[in-house]
């Protein structure tokens, strides 16, 4: 990993806890193009629903520059399953 995607994987992560609190963080790698995949969401299990909220689904270049996904840290998308109600 570069320097550069570390930076820019460090300015996004502060940037969406800085409003959203404490997230869970997952890297990727494309070893062919030497993309970074940052995946930034959080899973919440309740008793009858199962919803995960994703902030950030993103793929960062050598550069450090975002190619293509979603980052949106006022709206992210949110899943909801109900996984016990068949």
Same mark, same amino acid.
């Given at each position: 990993?570069?320097?550069?995607? %570390?930076?820019?994987? %460090?300015?996004?992560?502060?940037? &969406?806890?800085?409003?959203?609190?404490?997230? *869970?963080?997952?890297?990727?790698?494309? =070893?062919?193009?030497?993309?970074? =995949?940052?995946?930034?969401?959080?899973?919440?299990? =309740?008793?009858?629903? &199962?919803? *995960?909220?994703?902030? &950030?689904? &993103?793929?960062?270049? *050598?550069?450090?520059?975002?190619?293509?996904?979603?980052?949106?840290?006022? %709206?992210?998308?949110?899943?909801?399953?109900?996984?016990?109600?068949?």
């Amino acid at each position: 990993m570069t320097t550069s995607q %570390e930076n820019a994987i %460090e300015r996004i992560t502060r940037k &969406v806890e800085r409003l959203n609190g404490n997230l *869970t963080l997952r890297i990727g790698y494309n =070893l062919r193009k030497g993309h970074v =995949l940052l995946n930034i969401f959080k899973v919440r299990d =309740l008793t009858h629903t &199962v919803t *995960t909220t994703t902030f &950030v689904d &993103v793929e960062i270049n *050598t550069k450090g520059n975002i190619t293509k996904g979603f980052a949106n840290e006022y %709206e992210p998308k949110v899943e909801k399953i109900y996984p016990y109600l068949n």
